[in-house]
């Protein structure tokens, strides 16, 4: 009985942390993910060309590196908005173009809906469940690795089936990610709030792109 309770009493305060990651990591996706719409917002506006929207992009992943290394400090706070903002306001050449599509709007659209459905659906069944999805990291990483090279691939022979593989592929990996990033967190595999909102936030940023490339070429098919 006197060990139970010491027991109970030692995990208290790591439930309570993780319960704390946990909470600042959505508050931190929340505000990263509007700040990241609003500057797309903007380089809609100012008709981003595409080879600005490459450089915000390579911009971006240049930040990745500073913000984990910042992912300590108080700093790390505003690299995180600078490395969302410029991946946001990369989006926007591609989202002009599919505003020119007929009903490229409601694609837009479509693919927010399914992006915001699917994380909330693995997300909340991760939660709920409290399943440890730890064992499919391997697995996931393998995966995500073919996709690059396939992806990189295909920039020089243009095939389109494998450009659509691709992206389906990417949607099963990122929802694949999405269940192991929120079970490290609520396991204690992840207690920097910041690194995990970078990882969710890179989960849902080609979640979108992905469903939407499918949408994209599925409409353009009828």
Not at 7 to 20: F, G, I, Q
Request: with cysteine; charged share 5%.
């Amino acid at each position: 009985m006197q060990q139970n309770s010491v027991y109970s009493a030692s995990s208290r305060p790591s439930v309570l942390e993780t319960n704390k990651v946990l909470r600042n990591t959505y508050m931190l996706l929340a505000l990263t993910l509007v700040f990241s719409a609003i500057c797309a917002g903007i380089t809609m506006g100012m008709n981003l060309s595409p080879m600005a929207a490459l450089g915000m992009t390579i911009g971006a992943f240049v930040c990745l590196f500073i913000v984990n290394k910042q992912a300590d400090k108080a700093s790390g706070l505003i690299w995180i908005f600078v490395f969302t903002g410029l991946l946001g306001g990369s989006l926007g050449p591609m989202l002009n173009a599919y505003l020119g599509l007929p009903g490229g709007g409601a694609l837009i659209m479509q693919a927010l809906g399914a992006t915001a459905l699917v994380f909330f659906a693995l997300s909340g069944y991760v939660l709920t469940t409290k399943k440890d999805f730890s064992f499919m990291g391997g697995f996931l990483m393998v995966g995500l690795i073919v996709a690059i090279v396939a992806s990189i691939a295909n920039i020089f022979m243009g095939i389109p089936a494998l450009s659509l593989a691709v992206s389906a592929a990417i949607v099963f990996i990122m929802s694949g990610l999405i269940l192991f990033d929120t079970s490290r967190i609520i396991h204690g595999g992840e207690t920097n709030y910041i690194r995990a909102t970078v990882s969710m936030y890179l989960n849902i940023y080609n979640l979108f792109t992905s469903i939407l490339h499918l949408l994209g070429a599925f409409s353009s098919d009828d």
